[in-house]
């Protein structure tokens, strides 16, 4: 008997249970799925959680929702079923890597405003204007973004954290590499990036926070919006 999502379910594993169980059962295009009541009952999810989850499986063209009948099986495709899972694990990774960033980074702008070097200002600066002559010409400037960050990181003169945020970079660098089949990722935030590099060079440390918690936001927003 398969085992109850015992946490508050992403929809990877929602949809996961559900490729296990069309599987398991060897339900073919046509067939009807349980009753949404009785695979809440299967799960332990919310409905709000289980109808999100179908609705992304209908949109695949995996399931059919048929009104007033239930759910069946549209395309019995584990392909297309395994796709939708890599992609909803690595949005899911990024929102994790997100929420990370938040809480460290935090920390780290408090301790950038408080610590960075003239020298380390003017290096920050160079970038800057680069990344804006790029933004404004429509040229792609994910690399001068992601430098921008990790001269941040660096200018916080904390080898604690440091280290905590780099242990991150795998992951974070994914950032800058168009996740999620995205084609210009998270450029309405690259202005927040010169008002950022502003406010550290005033050791306005309110405003910087604000500002850095503005561009992280609306990253998080950019990522959780995907489908």
Known sequence: MRQRINRTPLQSE???YIQEYIHDENLETGDKLPSQSELMEMMGVSRTSLREAIKTLEAKDVLEVKNGKGVYVKHNDENVLMSQLNFLEEKE???EVMEARRILEKEIIK??????????????????????????????????????????????????????????????DKLWD??????????????????????????????????????????YQTIQQQK
């Open 14 to 16: 929602i949809i996961k």
């Open 93 to 95: 990774s990024l929102l």
């Open 178 to 219: 168009f996740p999620l089949n995205m084609k210009e990722p998270f450029t309405d935030t690259i202005p927040l990036h010169e008002e950022l590099y502003k406010a550290i060079c005033e050791r306005d440390v309110k405003r910087a926070l604000e500002i850095n918690e503005h561009i992280l936001g609306m990253m």
């Open 111 to 172: 301790l950038v405003v408080k610590n960075i070097t003239d020298k380390e200002l003017e290096s920050l600066g160079e970038v800057v204007k680069v990344l804006m002559d790029k933004y404004h010409r429509g040229e792609k400037q994910n690399v001068e973004d992601k430098k921008f960050h990790y001269m941040i990181y660096e200018a916080s003169h904390n080898r604690v954290m440091h280290r905590l945020i780099l242990s991150l970079s795998r992951s974070m």
